[in-house]
């Protein structure tokens, strides 16, 4: 298994630009999510998704939107590109284990270091 | 609102000694809590989780202590090595919920 993986890597972007970072998990994971990491901080949450058709707004949703028409895929899109939005971001998936302990171990992927000039 | 974090950005430890991280959880709500490792470059990697029915749980080379009653997380690392230098992370969840918050992290860098 691949696990989680994201494209680009990196990316430059000027300001009032548009891109979509891919996301993909070849786990069957059910649950999705997209975090965004700046310096100092931990990640906050951007946009979850617990299956296909289904999503929902995180912490800090503003200035992105998602889909998730896949169980593996999860795109998040930058609709116009802002200095603030200059990030490192994550995505992440996991899958509710069976039995009495429940488990929500998130597998992340390497991360794509965005900069909007 | 409430969040998780950690009561030190950096802690430096000396190979061979063991390592004690910190982190304080307000969401008294929280059933779930996990560790996570990120090497510089890197996403973040799964160390281990506790359960809020759980006191102390072990892993390879790795503890977690959780204390309710003052909403205290600790991960304990024995016999430091250089690998492990990196930043920790804990995160919490409340019951029913996959969302993770997570704390800011503390950076751990290990001497030779």
């Known amino acids: 298994n691949a696990g989680v993986t994201q494209t680009p890597k990196f990316q430059v972007l000027k300001t009032g630009q548009s891109m979509t970072l891919q996301c993909a998990q070849d786990m069957n994971h059910e649950y999705m999510s997209w975090y965004r990491q700046d310096p100092g901080m931990g990640l906050r949450l951007i946009h979850y998704s617990v299956g296909a058709g289904i999503t929902d707004q995180g912490e800090v949703p503003n200035g992105y939107n998602v889909s998730r028409s896949t169980t593996e895929d999860f795109p998040l899109r930058l609709l116009s590109a802002a200095p603030s939005q200059t990030s490192v971001y994550f995505c992440?998936?996991?899958?509710?284990?069976?039995?009495?302990?429940?488990?929500?171990?998130?597998?992340f992927g390497p991360g794509t270091r965005l900069t909007v000039t | 609102g409430e969040s998780v974090g950690l009561h030190l950005p950096t802690l430096s430890v000396q190979e061979g000694d063991n390592s004690i991280i910190n982190c304080a959880y307000s969401n008294s709500a929280s059933d779930y809590f996990i560790w996570y490792k990120q090497e510089s470059g890197k996403g973040p990697q799964f160390i281990i989780d506790?359960?809020?029915?759980?006191d102390k749980r072990q892993g390879q080379r790795v503890t977690v202590l959780l204390n309710k009653t003052v909403k205290h997380l600790s991960l304990q690392i024995a016999a430091t090595q250089p690998g492990d230098s990196a930043v920790y992370f804990c995160?919490?969840?409340?019951?029913?919920?996959?969302?993770?918050?997570f704390g800011a992290g503390t950076t751990v860098t290990v001497r030779a």
């Open positions: 506790i359960r809020s029915n759980m």
């Open positions: 995160a919490e969840t409340p019951p029913g919920d996959y969302k993770l918050s």
């Open positions: 992440a998936s996991s899958s509710r284990t069976s039995g009495r302990f429940r488990s929500y171990e998130q597998y």
